[in-house]
């Protein structure tokens, strides 16, 4: 079993920040890939930012230049800091990561239940 347990969601103001945080457990053998995705009511989910073991980074257009995405040194744990949020950052934030249980067997796709960002004006 595995398991991404996400923290730090809350209600903010425009041009505020907040720091998510995902930590993954379980049965793990490897870590590739770790992200953010947010869905907001009525829309469908979409990619925030994501990392992948060797650290390279990927943005939404969105969020280049507010968001920032980073692991620790045990690639266990990402997180996202979000600076100048807007309230159309508003939205659930799932963690999501790709992992590897035994060897030899293809790694697959993990979700967190997610954390709620409201961002008021």
């Known amino acids: 079993q595995v398991r991404l347990a996400e923290s730090g969601g809350g209600l903010v103001q425009a041009g505020g920040s907040l720091r998510l945080s995902c930590a993954a457990s379980?049965?793990?053998?490897?870590?590739?890939?770790m992200g953010w995705y947010r869905q907001a009511p009525g829309n469908q989910r979409e990619l925030v930012a994501t990392?992948?073991?060797?650290?390279?980074?990927n943005y939404a257009d969105s969020v280049k230049g507010r968001f920032t995405i980073s692991r620790d040194n045990a690639k266990t744990s990402v997180y996202l800091q979000m600076n100048s949020l807007k309230p159309e950052d508003t939205a659930v934030y799932h963690c999501?990561?790709?992992?590897?249980?035994?060897?030899?067997?293809?790694?697959?796709?993990?979700w967190g239940q997610g954390t709620q960002v409201t961002v008021s004006s």
């Open positions: 379980g049965n793990i053998l490897s870590i590739d890939a």
């Open positions: 990392i992948t073991s060797g650290g390279s980074t």
């Open positions: 999501n990561a790709l992992i590897g249980q035994w060897p030899g067997l293809m790694s697959q796709n993990y």
